[in-house]
């Protein structure tokens, strides 16, 4: 099943009929040069199974949304995740605007495992009308250094 785009939220969402549960989302960003790119980022508490060879919402992070609590990182990933706004305000004592964490994915196509159903969805560039990047590992994995 391919995951669907909601064109009004920017939200990509379970393929699978009656769930609709937030899977990642399209973020936009102004680059110089080349204007508005669109990216797709998953929220903190997802991460690749190797298994799997999909992503996923990790139990810490379920259990955290079951019980109506942000799921969130439980370590920092340097270099990865961390995505700094041009649009947002500065913070007082800081240079740069504000932080959007989360893990962004530029491999597709990806699998991602619905964290609502546990539907298998598949994110495909095309239809979710996001950057790819070249020389990204196939199927969606994170690149190793």
């Known amino acids: 099943m391919n995951a669907r785009l909601d064109v009004k939220t920017g939200e990509v969402i379970c393929a699978r009929q009656g769930c609709g549960a937030l899977i990642a989302e399209v973020v936009e960003s102004q680059r110089s040069g080349t204007g508005v790119v669109r990216m797709l980022r998953f929220g903190p508490g997802w991460q690749y199974h190797e298994e799997r060879r999909a992503w996923e919402m990790s139990a810490r992070a379920r259990k ?27 913070k007082p004592g800081r240079r740069h605007g504000g932080q959007h964490r989360g893990r962004w994915l530029h491999a597709f196509p990806a699998r991602a495992a619905c964290a609502g159903c546990v539907t298998v969805n598949t994110l495909d560039a095309t239809a979710l009308g996001v950057m790819t990047m070249t020389g990204a590992p196939a199927g969606g994995e994170p690149e190793r250094e």
């Open 64 to 90: 955290a949304v079951a019980q109506w609590r942000a799921p969130r990182d439980r370590r920092r990933h340097q270099g990865e995740g961390l995505h700094v706004s041009p649009m947002a305000a500065p």
